[in-house]
């Protein structure tokens, strides 16, 4: 059964450093999605995309944050400039189609900033 | 507001017992998704079951069923013959018909025991 896949699994970085998540979502699903869940809270939204383009972003996702889809397959969260507080497990989700249709969670990458 | 209340923030139950966890939606969209997520303590998001706000029956998926109160806005998750497995954190979500952001509940942590 296919997949959501992210990498890395763990990782961890100085506050200041520009990191870079690495999703692949599922091959013929065409909207993506990045969340956070913060140690212990809820699962918040960051970002969806669709047709090479951010369709809507949550007011958590600021300038420092950044998504793109280089080639066919990768999908990337880009945070420029940790803080201590995006310590978080960061998920990519994937959809088929548009409206209601599920969305599929890849195993998420924890983020911890020193 | 649109908004996903889990009540119980932690559930007992016995192995081989059915098990309800609660879950209330707020949305004015008359056309919306409602999703429930197990997280097991690896982290990962795993998708249950889904139900449409159109749907006319409750959404079956082998041992969990949804039973949907579309009057009184709740979403409520039954885990039939509960396994030892199926403890873990359960996450209700929805998407309003405006967007197609999930958004999510606090969860209920069920703990099954023999």
Same mark, same amino acid.
Request: hydrophobic share 30%; net charge negative; with cysteine.
């Given at each position: 059964?296919?997949?959501?896949?992210?990498?890395?699994?763990?990782?961890?970085?100085?506050?200041?450093?520009?990191?870079?998540?690495?999703?692949?979502?599922?091959?013929?699903?065409? *909207?993506?999605?990045? *969340?956070?869940?913060?140690?212990?809270?809820?699962?918040?939204?960051?970002?969806?995309?669709?047709?090479?383009?951010?369709?809507?972003?949550?007011?958590?996702?600021?300038?420092?944050?950044?998504?793109?889809?280089?080639?066919?397959?990768?999908?990337?969260?880009?945070?420029?400039?940790?803080?201590?507080?995006?310590?978080?497990?960061?998920?990519?989700?994937?959809?088929?189609?548009?409206?209601?249709?599920?969305?599929?969670?890849?195993?998420?990458?924890?983020?911890?900033?020193? | 507001?649109?908004?996903?209340?889990?009540?119980?923030?932690?559930?007992?139950?016995?192995?081989?017992?059915?098990?309800?966890?609660?879950?209330?939606?707020?949305?004015?969209?008359?056309?919306?998704?409602?999703?429930?997520?197990?997280?097991?303590?690896?982290?990962?998001?795993?998708?249950?079951?889904?139900?449409?706000?159109?749907?006319?029956?409750?959404?079956?998926?082998?041992?969990?069923?949804?039973?949907?109160?579309?009057?009184?806005?709740?979403?409520?998750?039954?885990?039939?013959?509960?396994?030892?497995?199926?403890?873990?954190?359960?996450?209700?979500?929805?998407?309003?018909?405006?967007?197609?952001?999930?958004?999510?509940?606090?969860?209920?942590?069920?703990?099954?025991?023999?």
């Amino acid at each position: 059964e296919p997949e959501v896949t992210q990498t890395p699994s763990h990782q961890v970085t100085q506050m200041g450093q520009e990191v870079i998540l690495r999703c692949v979502p599922i091959s013929n699903h065409l *909207y993506f999605y990045w *969340y956070r869940q913060i140690l212990g809270q809820k699962v918040e939204f960051l970002v969806s995309f669709y047709n090479n383009e951010i369709s809507e972003k949550s007011e958590i996702f600021d300038d420092q944050f950044s998504v793109e889809r280089p080639d066919g397959s990768n999908f990337t969260l880009k945070i420029r400039s940790t803080k201590l507080e995006d310590s978080a497990m960061y998920f990519c989700a994937s959809r088929k189609r548009a409206g209601t249709d599920t969305q599929y969670f890849g195993p998420g990458t924890r983020l911890t900033v020193l | 507001a649109q908004k996903i209340t889990q009540t119980q923030p932690g559930m007992f139950v016995q192995e081989k017992e059915a098990v309800t966890l609660d879950c209330t939606y707020d949305t004015s969209d008359p056309s919306y998704g409602l999703f429930w997520y197990k997280q097991p303590s690896s982290g990962e998001m795993i998708f249950l079951i889904y139900q449409g706000s159109y749907d006319q029956q409750n959404a079956t998926e082998g041992r969990y069923s949804l039973n949907f109160q579309k009057a009184r806005k709740s979403a409520n998750l039954v885990i039939s013959a509960s396994q030892l497995g199926d403890s873990a954190m359960y996450f209700c979500a929805m998407t309003p018909g405006n967007t197609d952001k999930l958004i999510f509940g606090t969860g209920t942590r069920l703990q099954v025991f023999p």
